[in-house]
């Protein structure tokens, strides 16, 4: 079994910079994949970015890219994201999720299907 927990969730001015976490314990072994997703209210669940071979590769969604940076600590087993000039859309419940696949695109990485394990998130909100 494998379970995720976020953390480092709160609220901030836009601008600001953040960062969370999600603690990964439990079978890790075949896990190739790890993300990001959010969900904002009414919206749907959306992909944020992701990373696989022990943070070899990442992919960032179009809305992110340039501002929000993902990576990990494989000694602590932990995936980070780090979220610079955050903006009032950028609200939302962040979730990390990890799957038995090899993401080799942003697209691939963007399949909720494809992951097999989900956190409970941490609400991230951006005041204007």
């Known amino acids: 079994q494998v379970q995720l927990v976020e953390s480092g969730g709160g609220l901030v001015q836009a601008g600001d910079s953040l960062s969370v976490s999600c603690a990964v314990s439990?079978?890790?072994?075949?896990?190739?994949?790890l993300a990001w997703f959010r969900q904002a209210p009414g919206k749907e669940r959306e992909f944020v970015a992701a990373l696989t071979g022990s943070g070899g590769s990442t992919y960032y969604a179009e809305s992110v890219k340039g501002r929000f940076t993902v990576s990990s600590d494989n000694a602590k087993i932990t995936m980070y994201l780090q979220m610079r000039r955050l903006k009032h859309e950028d609200t939302a419940v962040y979730y990390c999720?990890?799957?038995?696949?090899?993401?080799?695109?942003?697209?691939?990485?963007?399949?909720?299907?494809?992951?097999?394990?989900w956190g409970q998130g941490t609400q991230v909100t951006v005041s204007s």
């Open positions: 439990g079978r890790t072994v075949n896990l190739y994949t």
């Open positions: 999720a990890a799957s038995k696949y090899v993401v080799t695109s942003a697209t691939a990485g963007a399949t909720v299907s494809w992951y097999d394990y």
